[in-house]
């Protein structure tokens, strides 16, 4: 492996044109390659990004030897069929979130990572904010005592077109796997992995989730109450309560700037720790990290809780009525 951990983006579309931003901002890794399922397309994002090389299919990144790690941000149902090509190539993978579009799907990749000890992660850039981190080493350090439950929202108003992908049930659409992601994970980091799930919620015609209210049960009194959608905005607040007090993770909790901490009986703290570049540089820092030193998964966004979060998220979606799939061509999909 060079000195330099060298990068390969599948999929170069909204989010992947923020994300490669930031490795200017990464200490030991740098994008050398972009793959796109159109051959301009690869070449326009390679131009634009200071990127040395660029592939018309996705077959050809991972035929590069000279790209470690893959960046995998194409629509949910395509995530699974690239992550298992990258592996059997290789490649660690960062895969965007929500991880896959189905439970099968995820763990599916999860056993060949494991089976192959090339690492894997979720691009969950949540659990690498500063603010984010200050808090748990916060809650670590008793500052709330137990925690007891969670509340979090997480919503944006967008019009019903059922052409664009978040409304689009073939691409994996719907606010759960695209926004309700972050409220399940944000309270699994925080409570574990609960009983059961309770969801109420409603669809667009296409059949995607719309908006969905979702009660984590843990059997023993602890509890997160969630809320997500598609349909109006919400502003992007969590809220953690423990026996001791209460941390506010102000909008938007899902890359915060700063926490505000309530222990009882005193007056509240403010801590603020601000990303850096965009905020998706932490999340890109630990995977170079981890790739350097060998690593089979992440501590902090470790394999089992994604596999977790896409578990809640698939029985949520069961009991709206939504029904995932993954694209079994994803490799190869013919594009537009
Ligand atoms: N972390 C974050 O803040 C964040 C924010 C937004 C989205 N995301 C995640 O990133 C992923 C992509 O989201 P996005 O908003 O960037 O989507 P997007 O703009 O639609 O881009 C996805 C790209 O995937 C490729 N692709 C491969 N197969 C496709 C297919 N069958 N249909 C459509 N596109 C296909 C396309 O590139 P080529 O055809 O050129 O290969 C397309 O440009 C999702 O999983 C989403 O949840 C994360």
Known sequence: MSAEIRWGVVGPGRIAEKVVEDFAVVEGARAVAVASRSQARADDFADRHGIDRAYGSYAEIMADQEVDVLYVATPHPQHSAIALAGLRAGKALLVEKAFTATTPGAIEVVDLARETGVFVMEAMWTRFQPAVVAMRELIEDGAIGEIRSVQADLGVAREYDPADRLFDLALGGGALLDLGVYVVSFAQMLLGTPQRVVAAGSRFPSGVDAEAALLLDYGDGRSATLTTSLRNALPGQARVFGTAGWIDVLPRFHHPGTIVLHRAGAEPETITRRPTGAGYAHELAEVTACVRAGRPESAVMPLADTLAVQ?????????????????PDGMSSAGP
């Open 311 to 327: 578990a809640l998220l698939g029985e949520a979606a069961e009991q709206l009525g939504v029904r995932h799939a993954e694209d």
